[in-house]
């Protein structure tokens, strides 16, 4: 479940939700939130994601930060162009 506050992403811990992907918070909000999730709901999966980007990874990585989605990835690929003759 995507989450933008401690609010929502505790309701949708307590509501059974196996992931909480917290979304577009600050290293220092992410931190304090998936720390109450996690101190809560011991064995839901925290997800960090929303404008992480290889410069700014290390901010984002933490004790009770399972795991990290980076949209830059395939946002900011660069296209190849090529062709397949049979």
């Known amino acids: 479940?995507?989450?933008s506050s401690v609010d929502e992403a505790l309701a949708a811990a307590g509501a059974g939700a196996d992931i909480v992907?917290?979304?577009?918070?600050?290293?220092?909000?992410?931190h304090v939130t998936a720390a109450q999730v996690k101190a809560?709901?011991?064995?839901?999966?925290v997800e960090a994601?929303?404008?992480?980007?290889?410069?700014?990874l290390p901010?984002?990585?933490?004790?009770?930060?399972?795991?990290?989605?980076?949209?830059c990835l395939t946002h900011s690929a660069p296209?190849?162009?090529f062709a397949l003759r049979v």
């Not at 992907?21 to 992410?30: C, F, T």
């Not at 809560?40 to 999966?45: A, D, G, K, L, W």
């Not at 994601?49 to 700014?56: D, H």
Request: hydrophobic share 45%; with cysteine; glycine share 12%.
């Open 1 to 3: 479940v995507a989450c």
């Open 21 to 30: 992907l917290l979304d577009n918070l600050a290293p220092q909000e992410l």
């Open 40 to 45: 809560t709901y011991p064995r839901v999966m």
């Open 49 to 56: 994601s929303g404008g992480i980007v290889l410069g700014t």
């Open 59 to 71: 901010q984002f990585l933490g004790p009770h930060i399972d795991v990290v989605s980076m949209g």
């Open 79 to 81: 296209a190849l162009d």
